[in-house]
């Protein structure tokens, strides 16, 4: 499904990412761990082609899409979840989900995937009219995982979904994204709560300093001396 070989990324002449290659199979969910700095968001934005310096293969469903922008990214069923959400404060809940159709196949079945939307986050569906800046910090990660998902999207990059959240509220997110690979959508989960990360995906990455650490299932990486070491500090 999304398979990354080789990936290196620069800032200017600073170089973030180091020879990064990770995959993730059709269905699964996997998780990406890592202290502040290691390149976390950078590896999301890179494969989701916001960020623009980069080189290697990132391929999804054999399509090389390393060196499109990031709209064409999105057509070959990409859509990231940004970190800190960025929703469309003055818009209302409903025009935010519309906006994440705007790829023409996702356009022409929209009201199928705002149902599906609604289905995983009833919530939105009792705020429909609400403006999006007025919803909490969970309702508007909420909002932003359903903006991605209109796009109809066959992997979803989410990048620190429990950022600043409550944990009855981060509780419900996890649960939602569960519920979103279950209906068989591929996921790439950066995430610095590290047992959370654990909890839902089937491997996980540690990444440290721009490279690949270690590897494995989540089960060996929760029990790794070097995850420890350098996501816990202990």
């Known amino acids: 499904m999304l398979d990354i070989r080789d990936l290196d990324a620069h800032y200017g002449d600073a170089q973030a990412l180091f020879g990064v290659t990770m995959s993730v199979d059709s269905g699964e969910t996997v998780a990406v761990i ?37 709209h ?22 409903y025009d935010n989900l519309c906006l994440g159709a705007y790829r023409r196949r996702a356009r022409a079945a929209y009201k199928q995937s705002l149902e599906r939307v609604y289905g995983v986050f009833p919530r939105l569906r009792q705020r429909t009219t609400q403006l999006a800046g007025s ?18 999207p066959t992997v979803l990059l989410l990048d620190e979904p429990s950022l600043g959240l409550a944990p009855v509220m981060t509780d419900e997110v996890f649960e939602a994204i569960e519920a979103v690979n279950a209906q068989g959508v591929s996921v790439l989960l950066v995430e610095q709560d590290v047992d959370r990360a654990l909890d839902v995906a089937a491997r996980s990455y540690l990444l440290a300093e721009g490279r690949v650490a270690t590897a494995g299932t989540s089960a060996e990486l929760r029990g790794s001396d070097e995850v420890r070491r350098s996501v816990l500090g202990l």
Do not use: W, Y
Not at 49 to 70: E, F, M, N, Q, Y
Not at 74 to 88: I, K, L, N, S, Y
């Open 135 to 152: 919803l909490s910090g969970g309702e508007q990660q909420m909002l932003a995982i359903g903006r991605a998902l209109m796009a109809q």
């Open 34 to 70: 890592g202290p502040n700095g290691a390149g976390k968001s950078t590896l999301v934005n890179a494969v989701a082609g916001i960020h623009a310096k980069r080189s290697g293969h990132i391929t999804v469903d054999g399509a090389d899409v390393v060196a499109l922008p990031a």
């Open 72 to 93: 064409r990214v999105c057509d070959h069923g990409v859509a990231v979840v940004p970190e800190g959400r960025r929703v469309f404060a003055a818009m209302s809940v």
